[in-house]
């Protein structure tokens, strides 16, 4: 009988609004996930991760280096969990959430990539905070 195994990762950082330190989160973070997910769950978990880091730095923070966003990955049980946190003011996902993704435009995507390839995606009242899950197949 064969057994199920269990891998585990947590990755948590807070780093500088920047895009740049976006970039230095993603050395770390593809040390991690290389050898846990295979291409397909790798592509979707790098593209929500990025989608929500890249939306906490540029609308949240405004590209202000002296505001933070923190992050945090956990893979456990089958599903990965990505938490982001930022100091902006936040914005009102109830409205945008309903909202077609129009792919030709520069920005507006973020919240339509979440929905087709997270599991669950949850912000909190202020909007400055999304929880997403991925369970890996």
């Not at 936040?90 to 920005?107: I, K, L, Q």
Request: charged share 25%.
């Amino acid at each position: 009988m064969k057994s199920a195994v269990r891998i585990e990762c947590e990755l948590r950082s807070t780093l500088p609004a920047t895009l740049s330190a976006i970039e230095e989160f993603f050395v770390e973070f593809h040390q991690c996930h290389h050898a846990l997910m295979n291409r397909v769950n790798g592509f979707a978990a790098e593209l929500m991760v990025r989608e929500a880091l890249t939306n906490a730095v540029v609308h949240g923070c405004h590209a202000d280096a002296g505001k933070t966003v923190r992050c945090c990955l956990r893979l456990k049980s089958g599903r990965l969990l990505i938490v982001v946190a930022d100091d902006g003011e936040g914005f009102d996902w109830r409205g945008a959430r309903n909202d077609p993704a129009v792919f030709s435009e520069c920005s507006g995507r973020g919240v339509g990539i979440l929905r087709k390839y997270a599991n669950h995606v949850r912000y909190n009242d202020r909007g400055n905070k999304v929880s997403i899950v991925k369970r890996l197949y």
